[in-house]
């Protein structure tokens, strides 16, 4: 036994001081500086939101008479092109109205008038040069609330890579500034990361549409700005 253990402690002998060795070599002088990048692009997707409200003296007359306007409304966007995965509804609401009349006591009297039903639809709009034309459709079949309308990117992925490329470039420039002022020099990268910021959808707000306007709705999709933020250490020589 004590034959084969010998070359063992040997080797544990020689290895520990090495290792010993590595961990008090001094870590390299390094920096660590931030990027910002920003790329813009036009859009290419209008999200709508489009609202349907009929009121009615039961809650199922109002029912009926939503349903009745809203499958005309979905018919009409299928018609303009706009496809099943397009098109989802976001909420159904059923709410009783009533009137409030002030008694003698002080108190209040509530007397049921109406019931009013609310239906309303996400419509992603991939040709967005019909979106006037899809939102005047709309109201002439009966949208008469909502009128929610942003503008995004379906896949903005290029965009922001030149978002990246920009922040990256913008650490590189400030680390040499910052170690030529030192008297030093940025070597090799040690660590990097990147945070992106994307912007919120260009929203367009809207009151309730007055479907006796006639006229086309006019709108401008103007461009999106995507933002990265990188961090980087450089070794310095």
Known sequence: MTRHLLPLALAAAIAFPAMAGAADSPTPARIVVSGEGEATTPPDLALLSLSVMREAKTARAALDANNDAMAAVIAAMKAAGIKDRDLQTAGIQI?????YTNKP???QEAELVAYQVTNTLAVRVRDIDKTGEILDKAVSLGVNQGGGISFTNDNPAATIDAARKKAVANAIAKAKTLAEAAGVSIGRVLEISDQNIAPPPMAINAKAFDAAAGAAVPTQAGENAYNVQVT????LK
């Open 232 to 235: 980087v250490t450089f070794e």
């Open 95 to 99: 709410n009783p109205r009533y009137n």
């Open 105 to 107: 006591d002080g108190s």
